[in-house]
């Protein structure tokens, strides 16, 4: 499966942007998907997953109550709706796709990736 990830931006504190992952492939729908973050001179991080039916999603702390994950299967995407943004969360962010149904964190374990799309959110 091949992901396109988009919606990046320059953003002040406390605003909003919506990330959207497009995936190809006819089997989108048995594919976990993942946000995952690399802010500058740090490792990338798990943000969020979503389950096959968008059913189950899961997020680290930090952004709990702030980001929402959900996938559409009909049209192959996956999205990130960040609210409440804080400088902190400046990073480029990836979008992550891994075969079966177990949702995971670990980034290891997610073999299919997205390029990258950067967030800066300033103060």
């Known amino acids: 499966v091949q992901l396109q990830a988009s919606g990046g931006g320059l953003v002040q504190a406390g605003g909003s942007l919506r990330l959207s992952c497009a995936a190809s492939g006819r089997t989108f729908s048995t594919y976990v998907m993942g946000w995952f973050r690399q802010a500058p001179g740090k490792e990338r991080e798990f943000v969020a997953a979503?389950?096959?039916?968008?059913?189950?999603?899961y997020y680290t702390d930090s952004v709990k109550g702030r980001f929402t994950i959900s996938r559409d299967n009909a049209k192959n995407t996956v999205y990130l709706q960040m609210n409440s943004l804080k400088p902190e969360d400046t990073a480029v962010y990836y979008c992550?796709?891994?075969?079966?149904?177990?949702?995971?964190?670990?980034?290891?374990?997610?073999?299919?990736w997205g390029q990258g799309t950067l967030v800066t959110v300033s103060s």
């Open positions: 992550a796709a891994r075969a079966g149904p177990i949702v995971v964190v670990d980034l290891s374990l997610y073999a299919y």
């Open positions: 979503v389950s096959w039916s968008g059913g189950s999603t």
